[in-house]
């Protein structure tokens, strides 16, 4: 157990619609990132926040976007959305932020499938 | 740029057999970290193991250890003694010390570990 808790778990969504996908950070971790995991593939690092801001992003176009909350919890939304967009979105917490990488705490993912 | 190699994709061995996961990466940096990361069934990533680039020294925790090699940049694991329930997706990862971004990691590929009885 992580303490981080992802919804929904499953989705599915067709070509050109929006999702919001959710993260519950556990008490005191105020630094959240988002990864994109595709079938057999390696987590993809999409952005990082922390203190309510974006302060890090990896390749990704500005479709993909994100918040983070008082609460430290954090949404992830993705517009006009593709094929390729399917995949495992996993959301991990850490607190501080240094730049020293700690122990990363990811949650079980949201699965999302794009018809 | 980084990048992290798991020639592995699977492997396959049967219970109380020795298996050591191969991890190479690249990096400009001359200061960074090294994670390995357990990826069962139900999806999320377990941490395993953070090494930063100044510390050599092997690690061993009950089954696991991890050789650390900076001359060959590899980071490899060890599961002395199998068990089924190892069975899950192992992942290598890296991340540059100074970017800034803290939880920003690359990973590899994988390897996908299967322990049979």
């Known amino acids: 157990e992580t303490g981080v808790t992802q919804s929904p778990t499953h989705l599915i969504k067709t070509r050109g619609q929006q999702v919001t996908l959710r993260c519950s950070s556990q008490?005191?971790?105020?630094?959240v990132s988002w990864y994109q995991q595709a079938l057999g593939q390696g987590p993809q690092f999409i952005f990082q926040?922390?203190?309510?801001?974006?302060?890090g992003r990896g390749n990704f176009p500005p479709r993909f976007s994100g918040l983070q909350f008082p609460n430290y919890s954090s949404e992830l939304n993705v517009n006009a959305l593709e094929l390729d967009d399917s995949a495992l979105y996993l959301c991990?917490?850490?607190?501080?932020?240094?730049?020293?990488?700690?122990?990363?705490?990811f949650g079980e993912g949201s699965r999302l499938t794009v018809l | 740029a980084q990048k992290v190699t798991q020639a592995q994709t699977e492997i396959s061995v049967v219970e109380k057999e020795d298996v050591t996961l191969d991890c190479v990466y690249e990096?400009?940096?001359?200061?960074?970290?090294l994670f390995w990361y357990k990826q069962p069934p139900s999806g999320e990533l377990v941490f395993l193991i953070r090494?930063?680039?100044?510390?050599?020294q092997n690690e061993i925790s009950g089954r696991y250890s991890w050789n650390f090699q900076k001359s060959t940049s590899s980071f490899n694991f060890t599961i002395t003694a199998s068990q089924v329930v190892d069975s899950a997706v192992y992942f290598c990862?890296?991340?540059?010390?100074?970017?800034?971004?803290?939880?920003?990691?690359?990973f590899g590929t994988g390897t996908r570990l299967q322990v049979t009885l």
């Open positions: 008490s005191g971790h105020n630094t």
């Open positions: 991990a917490t850490q607190s501080g932020q240094g730049k020293n990488t700690g122990e990363l705490f």
């Open positions: 990096t400009r940096d001359t200061t960074y970290y």
């Open positions: 990862a890296l991340s540059e010390a100074q970017t800034g971004t803290a939880s920003k990691l690359t």
């Open positions: 090494r930063n680039s100044f510390d050599e």
């Open positions: 926040y922390y203190r309510e801001e974006e302060n």
